[in-house]
């Protein structure tokens, strides 16, 4: 059955601390999708990240970081140099049967100016 | 401007008074979901539309009901709303074979008095 935790429930950080998101998920899928989305008050869900279970390449795109590891079945997003814009809950996401998505439980990340 | 559009932002229905939520997009994507989202928890996979083909999770309950008139629009039923069904409920879509991230409207909260 699939499976992801994010075991860190809220976290709270000073504005340009770095913060790290951890995510860890379990499936018996030999392919599948991992992906990041972030929940700002507003309630949309904004995409962040898709990444296949092929590529362990990690990904940068501006301060946000993707640290990718088949080994532990981890899939760590990191925030450098985080702006009180960052605030929001950030859900990982596990994609299966071609179409459905199960989400992690959340971390509610909270950056202080 | 906005691709997956949920009407309304918020909604109030009465105990056992049966409303519906709206979703339309503009993506002409073939996936439609719907996702319940309770207060500090990950949003739950309540059913999907794969073109006009229905698939709704063994635990949603028959109380929750779905139509998919067109491409374009999604529509949730609940047929007699308890206390326990307020909540966010979120639309998505997604392009063919889930491969592609979803896309997410903005909610609709519902409350049930």
């Known amino acids: 059955a699939q499976k992801v935790t994010q075991a860190q429930t809220e976290i709270s950080v000073v504005e340009k601390e770095d913060v790290t998101l951890d995510c860890v998920y379990e499936?018996?899928?030999?392919?599948?999708?991992l992906f990041w989305y972030k929940q700002p008050p507003s309630g949309e869900l904004v995409f962040l990240i898709r990444?296949?279970?092929?590529?362990?390449q990690n990904e940068i795109s501006g301060r946000y970081s993707w640290n990718f590891q088949k080994s532990t079945s981890s899939f760590n997003f990191t925030i450098t140099a985080s702006q009180v814009v960052d605030s929001a809950v950030y859900f990982c996401?596990?994609?299966?049967?071609?179409?459905?998505?199960?989400f992690g439980s959340g971390t509610k990340l909270n950056v202080k100016p | 401007d906005a691709m997956v559009i949920q009407n309304p932002r918020y909604q109030v229905t009465q105990f056992g008074k049966p409303v519906t939520l709206s979703c339309s997009q503009t993506?002409?994507?073939?996936?439609m979901y719907w996702y319940q989202q309770k207060s500090s928890q990950a949003p739950k996979l309540l059913f999907h539309?794969?073109?006009?083909?229905?698939?709704n999770e063994a635990d949603t309950p028959d109380n929750f009901q779905s139509r998919r008139p067109n491409t374009s629009f999604c529509f949730l039923d609940i047929r007699s709303p308890g206390l326990g069904d307020a909540a966010m409920y979120l639309c998505?879509?997604?392009?063919?074979?889930?491969?592609?991230?979803?896309?997410f409207g903005q909610g609709t909260r519902l409350t049930v008095v």
């Open positions: 998505a879509t997604s392009g063919r074979d889930g491969i592609y991230e979803a896309f």
């Open positions: 499936t018996r899928d030999t392919t599948y999708y």
């Open positions: 990444r296949n279970s092929f590529d362990e």
């Open positions: 996401a596990h994609e299966y049967n071609f179409n459905k998505f199960y």
């Open positions: 993506l002409n994507h073939n996936v």
């Open positions: 539309y794969y073109d006009k083909d229905f698939n």
